[in-house]
């Protein structure tokens, strides 16, 4: 998996903690609160360094809602709620749960991670 991780945190989508920041209209120590909180979706890549994709911002600069739960169901790895989210499912007709939270459609994307073993 190593290989397709680094692939997904070079795309283009993938920020770094101050262009997330800026995006979010979070400051440094309001982003960290909020990624360990696991309101924010981030990769630690190294000390004091994480990516975040841009996605889970709305152009009103709310997050993706319904993450710390995706969290606790999914288990605590980031990398499991990336591709839970991205991941094309049935349930959503093939699509990403992803486009549903974006749209502030919460319970079938939650409904569908219930289904699936946590990843601890």
């Not at 909020?34 to 360094?49: I, S, Y």
Request: proline content about 9%; charged content about 20%; some cysteine.
């Amino acid at each position: 998996m190593a290989g397709l991780e680094a692939s997904i945190l070079r795309q283009s989508d993938m920020l770094s903690g101050d262009g997330f920041g800026q995006l979010a209209g979070l400051g440094p120590a309001e982003l960290d609160r909020r990624r360990l909180a696991r309101e924010v979706l981030a990769f630690e890549v190294g000390p004091d360094c994480i990516r975040a994709p841009m996605w889970q911002v709305a152009a009103d600069r709310s997050l993706l809602p319904g993450l710390p739960r995706l969290f606790e169901l999914l288990g605590d790895d980031p990398w499991a709620v990336y591709l839970f989210l991205t991941t094309p499912h049935p349930d959503f007709g093939w699509g990403a749960p992803l486009e549903s939270l974006r749209r502030g459609i919460t319970a079938p994307v939650l409904a569908a991670a219930e289904g699936l073993e946590p990843n601890k």
